[in-house]
């Protein structure tokens, strides 16, 4: 047998291998989370609002009254369950359910958070504001945002309308990244003791790159933050 012949048939069983495995992740991996994400999408809607009908319209109700809001009128959003406005804040908050479940609430007023919760995300109002900065005042334009620091990529300052918008109020926990990639790429992973302290799920996950984190958004229909 030549090398040629060896190198090719070498080249061969490599590739062949790869197949294999490849078939065994899809199988394993793969279908077994489409049939979920599917069985979702196929509940979602009774989930999220045909079974939460008196919550959204108690919350519609307290949202188009609260003076932070302006008046809006939110509709129903599929995936989400109305939570309560935040004592602090004065904010609505609504539970995630694609990425958890939704969290009590302790005797303290505060959230029960565990490794299941969900992503909690707040209702922000619309508004307008100045986005930009600038290095030196413009004499023919208000004098906004000006930082000897700033660089020319961020001028000139401009006007920006934001039409209310959902933000999540934690950082993406270890949980809920493990629960879409079953796997958790932060250095400090649950489990790890730092100092006198131990790493649990609900700490935020780190390390991931910023495909990755589109993706994540992606497979629970969200999306990462604009700059405005």
Not at 48 to 58: A, K
Not at 112 to 136: D, K, Y
Not at 214 to 224: C, E, G
């Amino acid at each position: 047998q030549s090398a040629q012949d060896y190198t090719r048939t070498e080249w061969e069983l490599e590739t062949l291998g790869s197949l294999i495995e490849s078939i065994d992740i899809l199988e394993r991996q793969w279908i077994p989370e489409v049939q979920e994400r599917l069985s979702f999408a196929n509940t979602v809607e009774t989930k999220s609002i045909l079974t939460q009908q008196d919550h959204w319209q108690s919350a519609q109700s307290a949202i188009q009254a609260n003076p932070n809001y302006n008046g809006l009128v939110l509709q129903p959003q599929l995936g989400l369950v109305p939570l309560r406005a935040d004592p602090k804040s004065g904010l609505w908050e609504f539970a995630h359910i694609q990425s958890g479940t939704a969290p009590q609430i302790a005797g303290n007023g505060e959230y029960r958070l565990t490794a299941e919760t969900g992503i909690i995300l707040v209702l922000v109002p619309g508004g307008q504001f100045w986005m930009g900065a600038e290095s030196a005042p413009d004499p023919e334009r208000p004098k906004i945002n000006v930082d000897p620091r700033a660089r020319k990529i961020e001028s000139p300052s401009h006007p920006i309308s934001l039409a209310p918008f959902f933000l999540s109020k934690y950082e993406l926990t270890q949980g809920q990244w493990s629960r879409i990639f079953s796997s958790n790429n932060s250095a400090y992973p649950a489990g790890l003791k730092f100092g006198n302290r131990v790493i649990n799920s609900l700490h935020p996950v780190e390390q991931v790159q910023w495909h990755e984190s589109v993706t994540a958004m992606q497979r629970y229909d969200l999306s990462l933050p604009t700059e405005a």
